[in-house]
Each structure stands twice: as C-alpha cells, then as structure tokens.
C-alpha cells in the first residue's frame, strides 16, 4: 500500500478538515487579485505550514501569448454621498472596488457614477465579484438594494490605488518521491473575500502539501498556488521543459460548499487521471458528477493546451457558476461546510493513494503469450476455463505495457486489485513482469 494511504484515519481526515477551515478563515479577507500584496500575504501564511518557493516574475516579462501585467495594490477607496457621508467602502467589504481599478479623485454626476457601479438585481443583498485586469478603467460593485437608494446629486469618488511596475507571485512545493515523474496539484490564489471560491481551495491544497511533504513517497508530488489563467501560464512558461515529468494531476478549487463532488475531465479524457478521479468520486459521494473537457473553467484549460496536453483534471464541488452565492458577497464563510471539506480532502487522497500505488508494469516477454504452466502458474491440466488467479495473470501480462498499472487494469478488466496485485507479484517473482523502478 502506498504510504499516502495512512492519511485515510478517519481522525485524521477530520483533524486536517479542521486545520483547513482555520485556515480559510484566516485568508479570507486579505485582498488577493492577481498580483500585488494580497497574494503575497496568502502566500506568507502558506509558507508557514509547508516549504513552498515563492517566485516573483517582473512586469513586462513574456509568457507564452501573454505578459505579465502591471503589479495592481490600493490602500482606500470609498465614494462619498451628497451628505459626505461614505456609501460605498472597500473597508467594509474587499469586492466592493472592481479588481485592477485605476486611480481616481474626483466629483461627478450621480448619472456618471453609475456608469461605474455594478450589482446583481435578482440578489438585492449581495455585492458581487467583478475586474477589470487588461483594460484600465475603475468601478465599484454595491448590492442592488444600495444602489438603488442613491438620491441624486454630486458624489465624490476616491480610489487610491497604484499600477505599478512590479511582480506576479506564484508558489510551488516538490514532495520528492523516489521517481522523477510527478504529480501536478494547482489552485488558484486570486479573488479576494470569497471564501469556497477559493479559500477551500488553498487551504485544502495547504494542509494535503504539508502531509505529503513528511511521507516516504513513490511518485513526486509538485504543488503550485498561482493566480487564475496568468498564474498558471506564467508557470507554464517557466516550465515547459519541465512538464513532460508529468504523469498526472488536479486542479483544486471550490471545495467547501455542500455540492455534490464534480471532477471534469482532462482534455484526453481517459487519461490515468481520469480513470482513477472519476472511479473515486462516483465511491466517495452517490451524487457526484463527471463531466467533460471544456476549455472554460479554471487552470486545467492551462495545462491541458494543446503544446501541453497534460493529463491533468479539475476537482471541485459545486463547479464555477453552479451555486447562487458565486462571484458574490454570498460566498462568505458561512457557506463552507466541515464535512464537504473532509469530504473532498479524502477524495484528493485516496486520489494520490491510487496514482502512487498504480506502478506501472512492464512485460518482459512481450510477444506473444509466455508459457505459464512451466512456472507454476497455470493448471497442469487444460480444457477448463482459468482461474480467477490465471485469469488476473493474463489481464497484467496482456496489459504490462510500461503505461498501465494495477489500478488500470483493475478497471479495464472487471477484476478486483488486490487479486491483480497478487498476480503481479507472482509475475514479478516469475521474471515475466517489471515494476517501474525495479
């Protein structure tokens, strides 16, 4: 058993489900965009469970089709009514400005400044999320309730932020295992004071990381908090010699609410990854839902590019736009569920349990079927179907092509693993079969 599997303690699920909601807790309101000082921050607290690397890459660095953009942090920003009394605070709530606003002081027209407002009329009481990364501009976002008792008059508008040449902050973490190959996991770190969207994300990925950083592994586990679409291209970008090391992975995000676990596929569809996250989610939770590829969602549209084409899937809950309460002020705290938590840390375990434990085989007599009987694995006497154990023999030395594992084969034939495992140990014994590293 891989040693990933000690993790699965009930207790101890629960002890590090409850580690990371002190932790959501903890980031919530700090104010995460893309770049700037916020993310730092997150990254800071990060970096005092696990030894993470944070990298700063400079403004105006190429990336791919991209360039990082200009470093974006604020220290206020408020609008005052006709009374001079503060309507509308950043202080009060961190998506209340519209991420990436530009400076601004001034007087204007009620009429003008909502040209610059945004709510969400069918939710009269929350704020919603909205930014304004490539395209200088500034706003305010304000419950529809709010922005509809605005009397009319002048209002004065004051944003102190700065666009800065600065840096992009992204921060990884290699659990080293005994093989090179690795295991990609990556969360988002952008928007600020949303808590499922993606506190649960980051803290989920925090306290797995620091389990895996002081576990006797297999495969190496690679671990990167980066900002959404920028972050992950910008790594990318950083990487691209790297990545053929890649035998799998996830992204994580929005795994705190009580939605049903949603695993989408990677871009090939039936990638290891696929076959062992899909298989897991459907054991773990009756309602839980797979989906397909799309090139619409979070970072695994990054790293399953075309050039890339990385077997990499996406887990979460309640997917992007699949509960009320997204991109609002409703995605608050009170929205994560400690049980949905421990849920989808054992699904990410049992997850890496699988893909650790799934040594790939190889078959050293490869042409044509090799002759069992003379070493003791096959009947003496013929015309009857196999046993289950030369039955399971078969299926590894038909499948033992350096690309399957235990795990594969178990759901390719019908067969349980632990009666495959037993037969390829008795290959292995009988010098018909290889394991990686052996």
């Not at 002890?15 to 997150?42: C, K, N, W, Y």
């Not at 604020?74 to 709530?93: F, T």
């Not at 790293?303 to 997204?326: H, I, K, M, Q």
Request: aromatic share 6%; net charge negative.
């Amino acid at each position: 058993m891989s040693s990933i599997g000690t993790l699965l303690d009930r207790r101890r699920l629960r002890g590090m489900a409850e580690q990371a909601m002190a932790l959501a807790r903890e980031i919530f309101p700090l104010p995460r965009s893309i770049t700037g000082d916020g993310v730092r921050a997150t990254l800071r607290r990060v970096a005092e469970l696990i030894p993470i690397e944070t990298v700063e890459v400079p403004t105006g660095t190429p990336v791919l089709d991209w360039e990082v953009p200009l470093e974006w942090n604020y220290s206020e920003a408020y609008v005052l009514d006709p009374q001079g009394r503060r309507c509308i605070d950043v202080a009060n709530h961190g998506l209340h400005l519209v991420g990436y606003s530009a400076p601004f002081n001034g007087r204007i027209s009620l009429d003008e400044l909502q040209t610059h407002l945004h709510s969400i009329p069918s939710m009269p009481d929350a704020i919603p999320y909205r930014t304004s990364y490539y395209r200088e501009s500034w706003g305010f976002c304000v419950t529809d309730s709010v922005r509809r008792a605005l009397p009319p008059g002048e209002y004065e508008v004051v944003i102190k932020s700065r666009l800065t040449n600065g840096s992009l902050s992204y921060a990884e973490m290699l659990a080293r295992g005994t093989l090179e190959r690795e295991v990609l996991l990556s969360t988002h770190t952008c928007h600020p004071t949303l808590a499922n969207d993606n506190c649960a994300g980051i803290a989920v990925l925090s306290v797995i990381a620091r389990e895996l950083s002081r576990l006797p592994l297999r495969l190496s586990y690679r671990i990167v908090f980066a900002p959404g679409t920028i972050g992950a291209i910008t790594w990318l970008a950083r990487n691209r010699d790297n990545v053929s090391r890649v035998q799998g992975g996830l992204v994580l995000g929005l795994l705190g609410d009580r939605g049903p676990l949603t695993y989408k596929r990677s871009r090939r569809g039936d990638s290891e990854t696929d076959r062992i996250a899909a298989g897991i989610v459907k054991r773990l939770d009756e309602r839980a839902r797979v989906v397909p590829f799309s090139p619409y969602g979070y970072d695994e549209r990054q790293y399953c590019s075309p050039g890339f084409d990385l077997p990499v899937g996406r887990l979460t809950r309640s997917p992007e736009g699949g509960y009320p309460e997204y991109h609002t002020s409703a995605d608050a705290l009170e929205l994560l569920d400690l049980d949905a938590i421990e849920q989808s840390i054992e699904a990410v375990i049992r997850f890496l349990e699988a893909l650790d434990g799934n040594v790939h085989l190889t078959s050293a007599a490869p042409f044509g079927e090799p002759r069992l009987g003379k070493r003791g694995l096959f009947r003496e006497t013929g015309g009857r179907s196999p046993s289950e154990f030369e039955h399971a023999s078969l299926w590894v030395l038909n499948q033992a092509d350096g690309k399957h594992g235990v795990t594969d084969i178990a759901e390719a034939s019908g067969l349980s693993a632990e009666l495959l495992e037993s037969a390829s140990r008795a290959l292995v014994s009988a010098g018909l079969v290889q394991g990686e590293g052996q």
